[in-house]
């Protein structure tokens, strides 16, 4: 008899994002999707991409604890402007200063992915930046913006894939994934490393 190949462990998303749900989906994949609940306050002195290296680490071995034998994807991402660490707004006055500040001015945001085999401990992890210039954007422009296209759940207070995109004057990064919150071509590194069937 032919020999039989073993079947996957299952995929989880420690993640309750619709974005990087999303973002699974369109290679394919349809994780079981896992909310996590963790502190996700930075540390005293703790740099942006360490931050968010922590937190996607930390989101995969809260999962595992649920799912103990299962490849558990995590991700977490940190916008950072001049050295400081810019939080997702929650309101939006926040999103609005946010986005002044970043008013004419290059952005950093980086987004830490975890691929965590929860049978075996093997743990896979990167940090991905991807650099935003803003345009110049006026007091009315950020106001018709944070109206139409409320994006207090997102790091710079913006949704990349949506209205957001407007204002930019350009991006550089390796994967345009990676900005709307899930590095897809590191991602699918690791999971090669894990022999999961993608094609």
């Known amino acids: ?15 309750g994002s619709s974005y990087r749900r999303l973002l699974l989906e369109k290679i394919g ?4 999707c896992h909310a996590t609940n963790i502190d996700e306050s930075p540390l005293l002195n703790e740099a942006a991409p360490a931050l968010a290296r922590r ?10 604890k649920l799912f103990p034998s299962a490849l558990i994807v995590a991700s977490d991402q940190c916008a950072e402007l001049d050295g400081q660490i810019l939080g997702k707004p929650g309101t939006k006055a926040r999103a609005q200063s946010q986005l ?3 008013s004419g001015r290059e952005a950093l945001f980086h987004t830490g992915v975890c691929l965590l085999n929860s049978q075996t401990g093997k743990q896979y992890t990167s940090v991905e930046t991807v650099a935003v210039a803003f345009r110049t954007l006026s007091p009315s422009e950020i106001e018709r913006y944070t109206s139409r296209e409320p994006a207090l ?5 913006f949704k990349a894939e949506g209205l957001g995109i407007s204002l930019f004057r350009h ?5 345009p994934n990676t900005l709307i919150g899930l590095p897809l071509i ?4 690791f999971l090669k490393e894990e022999d999961y069937p993608l094609l």
């Open 1 to 15: 008899m032919p020999p039989t190949t073993p079947k996957p462990l299952p995929l989880i998303l420690a993640s």
């Open 29 to 32: 994949l349809h994780p079981h």
């Open 55 to 64: 937190l996607s680490i930390s989101k995969a071995l809260s999962a595992a």
């Open 100 to 102: 002044s500040k970043c």
């Open 153 to 157: 759940d997102c790091a710079g207070s």
């Open 171 to 175: 991006i550089h990064s390796d994967d």
């Open 186 to 189: 590191r991602l699918i590194d």
